[in-house]
């Protein structure tokens, strides 16, 4: 209970100037109580750990929102099946966090507020997982759940400094509107042993839990979630699965600039890949670098794809009382719609062959998650479709291919922009690849630690 006593602590000093929440939950101190009470705490992973749930994803007892002042305020009748893990393995619900108004943009502006990026107030905390990526970027909680359709978790997390997991299709049960099969639920934290551990109860698969530690060749630190209930006597220890493959060493491939002739990307951010890449090599990885960029077709599929679900997303709500920015998108899409211009043949060929053969025979992937640095924090939500549609494009272009095919892909925090903000590489790696992932980014954390911004270190 005192765990979570602090975390709520923090969030009441913290959030006024992040505004990562759109409700913080004071029963969850009545729910740690009541936890702490059970005899079962040593088989309990995640027992006592607060976290933090985007306010897309139902809450039982609580409003879920999307961001919209739009949707019905009726209390969820039931916990989302991801939710609802959480809670199994010990977990406290202490809010929910801000999105984008249904989730349709990279920033963290709604009607509820605008999330700003714990490391630079005046740029905005990525999207549309702002909230949950602020928030434990901000030391507000250990462990956020979010969700990606085109990047939602990977873009805040890289915006942010953390760690953050979309996972492949089928491995953890989708959101309730999964976009079409586009989008995924994944955890966020600040701790690479942490994501492992939460991802693995999501995904209610224990060989999860330790597949970090094959990327660590020095004895790796305990994880912090392990260790919140700090007067027990024993604490949850997964044993690490019998007769299972060691992930390494792997065929790495990196390509510091993915995008098409015509994008730009960020020098420092090319120089980050090539120095995670470098670090691989130095642990024993085969590294080569990838000669082919992105397909230019698949540019326009991810942006009709994106603009079609934005319509789906808005048909059932009043479109008079949206926001400019989504009554744009959704009408966009619905004009891509009738001209049968949906993204979905390229969508189908990416998926099918397409993503397969210009991977190559590498077994991971590694390129810049952003493009450049986070726009500014300003009330996007009012301006209309070309100039979101150009903001978004020009820096996180390089997620949403990765949700086209269903592959699972994680961001690593790396190294500090010469103008402040964190740079995250992306890691990308075939189905069945998150062991994969997880082992690299230990790896890399090891070598490269994160960096708390200013004023969050705890």
Excluded at 84 to 106: D, F, H, K, Q, S
Excluded at 262 to 285: C, K, N, S, Y
Excluded at 371 to 388: C, E, I, S, T
Aim: proline residues 9%; hydrophobic residues 45%.
């Amino acid at each position: 209970m005192t765990v979570v006593e602090e975390h709520l602590d923090r969030i009441a000093e913290r959030d006024p100037a992040v505004g990562a929440f759109r409700l913080v939950r004071k029963q969850a101190l009545d729910e740690a109580r009541e936890l702490q009470k059970r005899r079962d705490l040593a088989e309990l992973p995640l027992a006592g750990v607060p976290v933090a749930v985007k306010d897309n994803l139902e809450v039982a007892g609580e409003a879920t929102r999307v961001g919209s002042a739009v949707t019905a305020d009726a209390p969820a009748p039931k916990d989302h099946e991801t939710v609802g893990r959480l809670r199994a393995a010990g977990a406290v619900i202490v809010g929910l966090t801000n999105l984008p108004e249904l989730g349709l943009v990279a920033f963290g502006d709604s009607a509820y507020g605008t999330v700003r990026n714990p490391w630079n107030l005046a740029r905005t905390a990525g999207g549309s997982s702002s909230g949950s990526a602020a928030a434990v970027s901000a030391g507000m909680v250990p462990v956020a759940l979010g969700n990606d359709g085109m990047g939602s978790l990977r873009i805040p997390g890289a915006c942010c400094g953390i760690f953050a997991i979309k996972p492949g299709t089928g491995l953890v049960p989708p959101p309730s509107d999964d976009w079409a099969g586009l989008a995924e639920n994944g955890p966020l934290t600040r701790d690479v042993a942490d994501l492992s551990l939460v991802l693995s109860v999501l995904a209610a698969d224990g060989a999860l839990a330790e597949s970090w530690r094959g990327g660590v060749r020095v004895e790796p630190r305990p994880a912090m979630l392990r260790s919140v209930w700090a007067d027990d006597d024993e604490v949850w220890e997964p044993q690490p699965p019998q007769d299972s493959p060691e992930p390494f060493d792997l065929r790495v491939a990196y390509l510091p600039h993915p995008l098409p002739v015509g994008l730009p990307m960020d020098r420092e951010f090319q120089a980050a890949v090539r120095a995670a890449a470098e670090t691989l090599r130095i642990a024993g990885h085969t590294i080569v670098e990838h000669e082919r960029r992105l397909p230019t077709s698949l540019g326009p599929s991810t942006i009709a794809a994106w603009l079609v679900r934005a319509a789906a997303a808005a048909t059932a709500l009043d479109r008079s009382r949206m926001e400019r920015r989504t009554r744009a998108l959704a009408r966009a899409g619905r004009v891509l719609g009738a001209l049968r211009l949906d993204g979905e043949r390229g969508r189908a060929r990416w998926h099918g062959w397409g993503a397969d053969q210009w991977f190559g025979d590498a077994d991971v992937l590694i390129t810049p998650t952003l493009a450049a640095v986070p726009p500014k924090a300003d009330r996007w939500g009012d301006r209309g479709l070309l100039r979101n549609v150009l903001a978004n494009v020009g820096y996180a272009p390089a997620t949403g291919a990765w949700n086209m095919c269903g592959w699972p892909a994680i961001t690593v925090p790396i190294a500090t922009h010469s103008g402040g903000l964190p740079i995250g590489v992306q890691l990308i790696a075939p189905p069945g690849g998150e062991p994969q992932l997880l082992g690299l980014a230990a790896q890399l954390a090891d070598a490269h630690p994160p960096v708390r911004p200013r004023g969050y270190a705890d």
